[in-house]
């Protein structure tokens, strides 16, 4: 788990030798949708008015593991090549989430929620648009595709909007 400045005797010398001389790396991958992860019902927990709570299962699938390892193998050449003395990696995963794709969008209703204008399947006045539609994560940062899909579904409901509601 990296290596922290020692404290006693070597702190000054260590701390110097690295202060202003450091730089890191993250590495994000996008972890692929896999049908075992995903919310179900809790079977014990509920909330106040006794409806049962949401119970998140997730496991690292053995893809996002090597994409992992991939991406630190990458970083450490990157670091080698700009001339690093010495590379230290934490091979923690930090459980850094954008928790997505719960109602994804998709033509089949067997395997979706929403269709691609984010309606539900089920009930055609319904239309979902936040994170939970996105059909895989893209490994960076939701809020730009999810305001540029709720653009895009907006003038959909603006221009089909007398079919929708009758
Ligand atoms: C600490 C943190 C930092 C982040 N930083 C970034 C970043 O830098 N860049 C980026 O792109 N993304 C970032 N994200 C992710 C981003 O904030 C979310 O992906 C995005 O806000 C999700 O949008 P959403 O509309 O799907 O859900 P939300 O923004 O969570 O909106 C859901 C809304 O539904 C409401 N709600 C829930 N239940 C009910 C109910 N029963 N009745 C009525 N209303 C209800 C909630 O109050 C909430 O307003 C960050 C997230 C966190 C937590």
Not at 67 to 95: C, H, Q, S, T, Y
Not at 117 to 130: A, R, V
């Amino acid at each position: 788990m990296g290596k922290p400045v020692p404290w006693g005797r070597d702190h000054h010398r260590e701390f110097s030798r690295r202060i202003g001389k450091q730089a890191t790396l993250l590495i994000l991958v996008d972890d692929l949708p896999e049908q075992e992860n995903r919310v179900v019902l809790d079977s014990d927990l509920t909330d106040s008015n006794g409806i049962p709570a949401p119970k998140l299962i997730y496991r690292y699938s053995e893809n996002t593991k090597k994409m992992l390892d991939f991406g630190v193998e990458r970083a450490v050449e990157l670091m080698k090549a700009a001339g690093a003395e010495e590379v230290l990696i934490n091979p923690r995963i930090r459980e850094v989430f954008h928790l997505i794709g719960t109602a994804r969008m998709g033509l089949n209703r067997e395997t979706s929620v929403v269709s691609q204008w984010g309606q539900s399947h089920d009930i055609s006045n319904l239309f979902i648009i936040d994170g939970s539609i996105f059909v895989t994560g893209g490994a960076a940062n939701p809020t730009s595709t999810i305001q540029a899909l709720a653009l895009r579904i907006a003038d959909h409901i603006d221009r089909n909007r007398r079919n929708i509601l009758k």
